[in-house]
């Protein structure tokens, strides 16, 4: 069956560190990949896209990065900051399913100490 | 400001009594969609539109209806609402661009209890 798999645990890391979340896929073939915040009681707010031809996307402290052998996302925070912590949901598009069909992970909660 | 805002926020509600939320964007989308979010299983997808008067199922159409009469709008009915339709439902709209990947917007969410 098809799967987007992130982790159900929270992570805890400490400020300034840099925080890394992961998204795995199996039995898609995504055109691409988005990553989006919520926060608690808020709609998911869009952060980053990577398409399945790139292997890297940053964007000011984010990093995305794309892995289509390994069907695996992965996003990093660096210099990570209280204010950082939220969830942090993976999202891919599959061919199949046009330019705006997204399926979703059910997300990571990322907490950051100071 | 550009958004996307859904109307209400948060609902109790009985079984079998109809409700409608609104969902209205301001920045001249094509596409919107309706997921709803349960612990757990993440977003999923419930109905989408391309444009107006185009609809089609998502991933969970069972048990609501939508209708595209306008660009701007896209309500959710729910036509006889069951304890399995609490969840919290998430409005969504996205330019539609041929040959272009594009993020969406997403509404602020409405908490909805089927008792």
């Known amino acids: 069956s098809q799967k987007i798999e992130q982790n159900s645990e929270a992570l805890n890391i400490q400020e300034g560190k840099t925080a890394t979340l992961t998204c795995n896929y199996t039995?898609?073939?995504?055109?691409?990949l988005q990553w989006y915040r919520q926060d608690p009681g808020r709609g998911p707010v869009f952060l980053l896209l990577?398409?399945?031809?790139?292997k890297e996307k940053r964007k000011e402290r984010l990093k995305v990065t794309f892995d289509t052998t390994l069907k695996q996302s992965l996003f990093h925070i660096t210099a990570s900051q209280p204010a950082d912590s939220a969830t942090y949901l993976c999202?891919?598009?599959?061919?199949?399913?046009?330019?705006?069909?997204?399926?979703f992970g059910a997300g990571t909660r990322l907490a950051v100490h100071p | 400001e550009a958004q996307v805002t859904q109307n209400p926020r948060y609902l109790i509600t009985v079984t079998g009594k109809k409700l409608t939320v609104t969902c209205s964007q301001n920045?001249?989308?094509?596409?919107m969609s309706w997921y709803r979010q349960d612990p757990g299983l993440g977003l999923r997808q419930i109905y989408y539109?391309?444009?107006?008067?185009?609809?089609d199922k998502g991933d969970v159409p069972e048990g609501y209806k939508v209708s595209r009469k306008e660009k701007r709008n896209f309500p959710l009915i729910l036509e006889s609402p069951s304890p399995n339709q609490t969840s919290l439902y998430f409005c969504?709209?996205?330019?539609?661009?041929?040959?272009?990947?594009?993020?969406?917007?997403f509404g602020p969410g409405t908490r909805l209890t089927v008792l």
């Open positions: 999202a891919l598009s599959p061919f199949s399913g046009g330019y705006n069909k997204l399926i």
């Open positions: 539109s391309m444009n107006v008067e185009v609809t």
């Open positions: 990577i398409r399945e031809n790139e």
């Open positions: 969504a709209s996205s330019p539609r661009t041929s040959g272009t990947y594009n993020e969406q917007f």
């Open positions: 039995n898609y073939s995504p055109a691409y």
């Open positions: 920045m001249n989308h094509e596409y």
